[in-house]
């Protein structure tokens, strides 16, 4: 019945045309047996090649007999194939100065801590086994030593990131009690971590004390009740307030809590191990100052300025974190074996500032000397010039690059970038053409030029990042 009226609908011409499409067993004698791909991934894209293309003739699209030959639909089947074999994971060339990338990664690991990772996926490790006693150990000992070294702290726990740091401590410490926040820094962060939020996740019932731009510890002090269980102050990380502004500072924080019997929290973002102003980079805090202050407990993330995987690290008072980690929630939000292998080797780097700064690429990236841009620049402007030219115009110049990761939102790192201007295209067709090459390059479009940062191409990317550019305008441009 359905079929009936279905097949009136159709005119003969496209019935003619439905007719002509092959049968999926004969589309794989077509492919042969050759064809270097799992028999079950050849008849997925087989059925799928022949659905749109069922598709494409019901709508009326214009379609000829000899389109649904073996010469036009064999090509087109072993693209998508090729396509479908590739990993889904691929690698990027990052052109756009952005150094803690979050959509690309965030942070890139030092070799010791990938050769840490390789061996601890293919051997078996202590990871919860105590060596001394032969019993079951914790998994935190492998970096909490460390992590107190490093900050002063005197207890220390990692989790899954930083936003599962700021819920497993509010959770754990100030659940149907009351938490004292400043209005100046009720912050959201991509991704769609935002305080409020998060606060109320965890069960804690937010107090939100000042105006935007100015909170002053009259205003924490007036806001204390019998609820209250904990004053936070939350780092702004991706934006600043200026102008008429005024902040409550960390130590009168720490005293009023004191005062008061209140715990005192700062979830710092980034939080940075070294401070980087003799680098020409602003001044903030480190996490071994913000312990000595007296702060009860600190989050921050493991791969913002860090520089290592994706984790949030808490640190503070013994008698605080042995409470966080006995919280049952700990468990769902509990780390894995890469990462913690990645941290403790990224964290024994920072024994010795120096090698830190040239061993950590997030570190190596936001202090690189702008002559060794220059350089880089200059290399690959060199290798493309002559080739593309007189089809597109290749300068390079003075920019900014961005530290990212929401850290440091405001400062811009002098850099040097190669700009294009083509002339056979459109600069956002060239743009997009580069994100979609065999190894996609992701650049910036600034003033209608394309630009190509190139602080966070590493030195050996150089080449490839030219042989990129010349097979895009190899291509001739689509449509
Ligand atoms: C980035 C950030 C977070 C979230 O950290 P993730 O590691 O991305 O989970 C939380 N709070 C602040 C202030 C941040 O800057």
């Not at 804690?204 to 009740?225: P, S, W």
């Not at 005192?264 to 480190?286: A, H, I, Q």
């Not at 974190?321 to 929630?329: A, C, F, G, R, S």
Request: net charge positive.
């Amino acid at each position: 019945m359905a079929k009936k009226e279905n097949s009136e609908k159709i005119s003969p011409k496209t019935r003619k045309l439905l007719r002509a499409i092959p049968k999926v067993d004969e589309f794989l004698d077509w492919v042969g047996s050759s064809t270097p791909a799992p028999l079950r991934l050849i008849k997925n894209e087989i059925r799928s090649l022949l659905a749109a293309e069922r598709k494409t003739i019901l709508a009326g699209e214009k379609r000829l007999v000899a389109d649904l030959s073996r010469e036009k639909l064999l090509p087109v089947f072993h693209k998508r194939l090729a396509r479908r074999l590739e990993s889904n994971f691929r690698t990027v060339i990052n052109a756009t100065g952005v150094v803690v990338h979050t959509n690309l990664g965030r942070s890139l690991l030092p070799e010791k801590a990938m050769a840490s990772i390789q061996q601890v996926g293919s051997r078996y490790a202590n990871l919860e086994f105590n060596l001394t006693s032969g019993k079951r150990g914790s998994r935190y000992q492998l970096v909490e030593n460390l992590l107190c070294e490093l900050t002063g702290a005197e207890a220390a726990l990692v989790v899954n990131n930083n936003a599962a740091a700021v819920l497993l401590v509010l959770e754990t410490l100030a659940k149907d009690q009351e938490v004292i926040v400043s209005r100046g820094q009720l912050v959201e962060i991509g991704g769609s971590f935002r305080i409020p939020d998060v606060m109320a996740k965890s069960g804690a019932k937010m107090i939100e004390v000042g105006a935007t731009n100015r909170t002053h510890l009259f205003d924490y002090e007036q806001a204390i009740t019998p609820e209250s269980a904990m004053l936070l102050k939350v780092h702004t990380s991706n934006f600043r307030v200026i102008g008429f502004t005024s902040e409550v500072e960390l130590n009168e924080l720490v005293a009023l809590g004191r005062e008061h019997g209140l715990l005192v929290m700062e979830d710092l973002g980034s939080g940075c191990l070294l401070d980087l102003s003799p680098y020409g980079l602003p001044r903030e805090p480190t996490v071994g100052e913000v312990i000595k202050a007296g702060v009860d407990v600190v989050t921050f993330s493991g791969d913002k300025l860090l520089g290592g995987p994706q984790a949030g690290l808490i640190i503070g008072k013994k008698r605080i974190i042995e409470q966080v980690k006995q919280n049952p929630l700990n468990r769902a939000l509990r780390i894995d074996k890469f990462t913690l292998a990645g941290l403790e080797a990224v964290l024994r780097l920072y024994y010795d500032d120096q090698k830190a700064l040239s061993t950590i690429p997030t570190l190596e990236m936001m202090t690189m000397p702008l002559e060794k841009i220059s350089r880089r620049a200059t290399r690959l402007a060199r290798r493309i010039k002559k080739k593309l030219s007189p089809r597109c115009e290749v300068k390079t110049t003075a920019t900014f690059s961005r530290v990212g990761g929401g850290a440091m939102p405001e400062h811009g790192l002098a850099s040097r970038a190669v700009i294009l201007a083509p002339g056979d295209r459109t600069v956002n067709e060239l743009e997009q053409q580069l994100r979609d090459a065999p190894l996609p390059v992701i650049t910036r479009i600034e003033n209608d030029y394309l630009l190509l940062d190139m602080r966070t191409v590493s030195n050996d990317e150089v080449a490839q990042l030219g042989d990129c550019l010349l097979a895009a305008f190899a291509e001739k441009i689509k449509e």
